[in-house]
């Protein structure tokens, strides 16, 4: 069974696809071999996903770019809604607001205030248009009336983080896993994280939710589809198994270790996920009037 997933090795979706993929291997006797498909922020390897035969031997890994790029791009080379089923939702990754330890700000408001004080001193890095960080700076600016607080992108979140860590471009909004390190490690301070509970791997974090400011909810789901046509035995027996492969004890602690909350929900909570998330994106892009690619 191939597992494509959009994106180079050693990233979120390929680490979880690969603990998954080995699960499946090991409870169905059939090996689940992982085919990593990078390139245009993930329509290349969703775009094959959707050409291909639903026989229950193409799986799909996603990210949140699945739910965005519709939104984001002129055209895709899939339908959310025609081409592929959703399977299950394996777990998610909320993005957490950061600073340079040299900003003075110890809280949101402080640093928000400080931001309207003079916008012109300051700018925020972002991991690159249409993830959902740079979704996060958007709704963050709207909310507060930031539009003069310069957006600097980034190739990436590996970049924009070693930019904020050196104080370069000293705030951000990052997902958790790539982050937690460093802010663990005190080289960045997390102000809040857009979730509405508390991540297991920055439990002294409190949600922008808690601290009143609604609305901001953002995250890097990691999901599973299989190509249209997959008979209905196949979908529940993948749905199955892998939310019981994301309850195992060694999956949850590799999972929480960095910063992905896992989950496992039902095939049609799943589809109503992807389809509340299309909307929201949507209208984040077009406040923000982001330009298609």
């Not at 191939?2 to 499946?24: C, E, H, S, Y």
């Not at 408001?109 to 004080?117: I, P, Q, R, T």
């Amino acid at each position: 069974v191939k597992i494509i997933v959009p994106f180079a090795a050693g990233g979120p979706t390929d680490v979880v696809a690969r603990l998954i993929g080995q699960k499946l291997s090991e409870k169905l006797g059939q090996q689940f071999i992982v085919e990593n498909q990078p390139g245009a922020g993930g329509n290349l390897g969703m775009g094959a996903a959707a050409k291909a035969v639903g026989d229950g031997y193409t799986i799909l890994f996603v990210s949140s770019s699945y739910v965005v790029n519709p939104s984001l791009y002129t055209k895709v080379p899939y339908d959310p809604n025609k081409d592929l089923i959703p399977v299950t939702k394996a777990g998610a990754a909320p993005n957490a607001l950061i600073v340079h330890p040299s900003i003075p700000a110890k809280s949101v408001k402080e640093l928000v205030d400080m931001v309207k004080a003079d916008s012109s001193k300051y700018s925020i890095a972002s991991p690159g248009l249409g993830t959902t960080p740079s979704l996060s700076i958007e709704l963050f600016r709207q909310t507060f009336g930031l539009n003069d607080l310069v957006v600097v992108p980034f190739q990436g979140g590996n970049p924009a983080l070693q930019a904020v860590a050196a104080g370069h471009t000293p705030i951000s909004f990052q997902a958790i896993p790539p982050a937690t390190a460093l802010i663990k490690e005190g080289r960045l301070r997390a102000l809040a994280i857009t979730a509405k509970k508390r991540s297991a791997a920055l439990p002294d974090v409190p949600t922008l939710d808690e601290l009143g400011i609604k609305g901001q909810e953002a995250e890097t789901m990691q999901g599973i589809l299989v190509p249209a046509g997959t008979p209905k035995a196949i979908v529940d027996l993948l749905q199955r198994e892998i939310v019981a492969a994301v309850a195992m004890p060694d999956v949850r602690s590799k999972m929480l270790a960095v910063g992905i909350e896992p989950e496992g929900i039902s095939s049609a909570e799943f589809a109503a996920y992807i389809k509340a998330e299309i909307a929201k994106w949507k209208k984040v892009i077009t406040d923000a009037k982001i330009k298609p690619i």
